[in-house]
């Protein structure tokens, strides 16, 4: 028999409220009445490791947190204080956003009550079902990522209230910019409840993309002030318009972060469950973000599966990204692609069907598994990234490496019938598309680091000036090179990814690094896009969308596609060698379908096909 369900659970005469606190000594309700007033109910244990209170007449919109107290040794792992309101990892809502204060973080007995600082959980009422449907998303589709609150704050044709939440995504505007780029799934970057780490509020910054959660069931009341009944809203014509919905997910780390940190949730009731920990009691922090959730603890895992089910069961979304996803596999022995979570996410019957994407790499040990999740996933690949860059950039050596990549990445799923990357250009993570051809450095002073933060080899290259200019040659020639890296992208085997706005030239001014530009660097500028690239996109879309040869995700072998020279000839060994090589076509034998590359700065005639200087050029076969 299956546990009964943690957090609040309505009945006819109230709502039950079940807490998991093994090392706790006594645990509290906290009721909230409309101003504030707090009322306390104690809870009582059931069992070795939940407790629970029954609250008569109390239901759907009530206010709560959660109080503890027991023993105070952070070294431990035990953080018990009275003083600090805790809100319930289960609860559904909450009625505000989180935001950091430093008392907050205070010891036990150097602060005061945070009641008033925190946000309350909110008691809703159960969502009925969505009645299962197998995902939207096909292999091969367009993954379209979004950051939902930049996505649409500068959109003019969604209503002023509506920019930058959940709902917008449902507009009919945002639906045919989708529909044109012939988008299979839109990726949600962190819609979870979060919080500002604590030294942007001093930099007059704050977090942008989300990925600092406290909740892994609340949404966010910034971009869902309607709650989950906007997300499924948003789902539901995302589906009509067959578009899938995937949710990028962070169970790697919480908001809690260092020793320093502020303690919100997890870390009060049972740090000892749900955080690694090194054996001298220091917190692991495999994430750079100051600690590690325990994925693979029976107690984690438990409210991570939850969450999951919860989306899928109450929202109807396809699937889910992975944000540093080798924490929910890495055991004490290293990595294992078989791990108790990934299992019990392949094995469960509400999540077995659905899309799992793993960006496969984080800096703990053994950190960097591309091409190890197994057959049930999708993997970002960012060799491929890097490797259409440095042969755009213009890198010796790199023919080869371009043919691998489009070709599906053999060389790092060659485990499996059907190769299961994710191409990608460009991330939310990293310099834009644009800005690859237009800055050589990262420039991301505005984020108050001196510009040590973000990635410091980007394969980028700036087309003679540094940034933006007047020069339109050099605009041209950045046109130019952002069209060619579409044309390879959109010509390639396996799911590829867009970045919102990469479509047509967004910029994010060099920022590699925009989490904390939640301003004009890191919105989308939906009235300064480049009609021309964007022009370009739509039609790579239509004819990716139109050819068979682009639907499949079966390798692309010798017996699939020919690699031809200028004369229309078979590429030979020395050719592939040649480090100079910059030139090649690809054509279908049962098809014909050719793509010509010239990635060289000077115009080709591939057998009487005129390719201009670094261009990607597709031609159906006649």
Known sequence: MSPQPLGPGTHGRGTRFRVHAPDADRLWLCLFDARDRETRLPMAREGEDIWSV?????????????????????????????????????????????????????????????AGLMPKG??????????????????????????????????????????????????????????????????????????????LAPLGLRNAWGYNPVSYFALDPRLAPGGMAELRGAVDALHAAGIGVILDMVYNHDGES????????LRGLDARSYFRHEPDGRLINDTGTGNSIDCNHPVAQRLILASLRHFVGVAGVDGFRF?????????????????????????????????????????????????????????????????????????????????????????????????????????HDGFTLADVTAYDHRHNEANGEQNRDGHGENFSWNNGIEG?????????????????LLGTLFCSRGAIMLTAGDEFGRTQQGNNNAY?????????????????????????????????DFSDTGWLSE??????DERGQPMTVAQWEDPDRRCLAMRFRRSGF?????????????????????????????
């Open 323 to 427: 944000d540093l996803a080798p924490a929910l596999g890495r055991l004490s022995t290293g990595f294992d692609s078989e791990a108790p979570l990934l299992r019990a996410m392949r094995d469960d019957p509400l999540l077995s069907d659905r899309i799992l994407i793993a960006e496969p790499w984080d800096i703990g040990p053994g950190g960097y598994q591309l091409g190890r999740f197994g057959a049930r996933w999708l993997e970002w690949n960012d060799r491929y990234r890097d490797d259409m860059r440095r042969f755009w950039r213009g890198d010796r050596g790199m023919t080869g490496a371009l043919a691998t990549r489009i070709a599906g990445s053999s060389d790092i799923f060659h485990a499996d019938p059907a190769t299961r990357t994710v191409n990608f250009l460009a991330a």
């Open 122 to 199: 909110v008691v809703s009422a159960p969502f009925p079902l969505v009645p299962p449907e197998p995902p939207i998303f096909q292999s091969g589709g367009l993954i379209y990522e979004v950051q939902v609150r930049g996505f649409t704050m500068l959109h003019p044709d969604i209503p002023e209230a509506q920019r930058g939440t959940i709902a917008a995504l449902g507009h009919p505007a945002v639906i045919e910019h989708l529909r044109r780029l012939h988008v299979s799934a839109i990726e949600l970057m962190p819609i979870n409840a979060w919080i500002d780490e604590r030294h």
């Open 516 to 548: 904390a530009q939640d301003n004009a660097i890191g919105w989308v500028d939906w009235q300064g896009r480049d009609r021309d690239i964007e022009a370009h996109a739509f039609a790579l879309a239509d004819m990716r969308a139109s050819t068979p």
């Open 594 to 622: 050719t793509v010509f590359i010239n990635g060289g700065d000077w115009p080709h005639d591939f057998g009487g096909v005129h390719i201009p200087a670094r261009t990607v050029l597709p031609i159906p076969a006649e």
């Open 559 to 564: 017996t699939d596609v020919e690699w031809l």
């Open 54 to 114: 029954d609250a008569p007449g109390v239901g759907e919109g009530a206010r709560y947190g959660l109080r503890a107290d027991g023993p105070f040794d952070p070294d431990a792992g035990l953080w018990f204080d009275p003083d600090k309101l805790l809100l319930d990892p289960y609860a559904p809502a909450i009625d505000r956003p989180f935001a950091y204060d430093p008392m907050l973080a205070a010891p036990r007995g150097k602060g005061s009550d945070t």
């Open 258 to 265: 260092d020793r320093e940190g502020p303690t919100l949730s």
């Open 468 to 484: 933006a200019t007047a020069d339109r040659a050099i605009r041209a020639a950045r046109r130019r090179d952002i069209k060619a």
